[in-house]
């Protein structure tokens, strides 16, 4: 059950009111103001003590050179071999000054 309530108890409990509700307001302003802050800093900088990440093209590039390597020494040494045993009959000369 309810007391009756003088008119100055009514006009402070409304000002209190008022005065959380502006109070509520401000935080959530602040919170916003400081999340839009902190994002616009790191999609602007970059995250601190962030390392480059190799994109698909780079990896696909590093692997190519990396197979035709692996193939230019396996030419080389299928070659080696072919021509060494044709050069096993025939002398190897060689002169030093």
Request: proline letters at 4%; hydrophobic letters at 40%; charged letters at 25%.
């Amino acid at each position: 059950m309810q007391q009756p309530q003088s008119p100055e108890l009514r006009r402070r409990l409304r000002a209190r009111a008022r005065r959380q509700k502006v109070l509520r307001r401000r935080a959530v302003a602040l919170a916003v103001a400081l999340f839009l802050g902190i994002w616009a800093t790191i999609a602007l900088a970059g995250p601190m003590g962030a390392k480059k990440t190799a994109t698909v093209a780079e990896v696909v590039t590093a692997h190519s050179a990396s197979v035709t390597v692996e193939r230019a020494a396996k030419h080389k040494r299928h070659h080696k071999k072919t021509s060494s045993s044709s050069t096993a009959t025939t002398p190897v000369t060689t002169s030093q000054s």
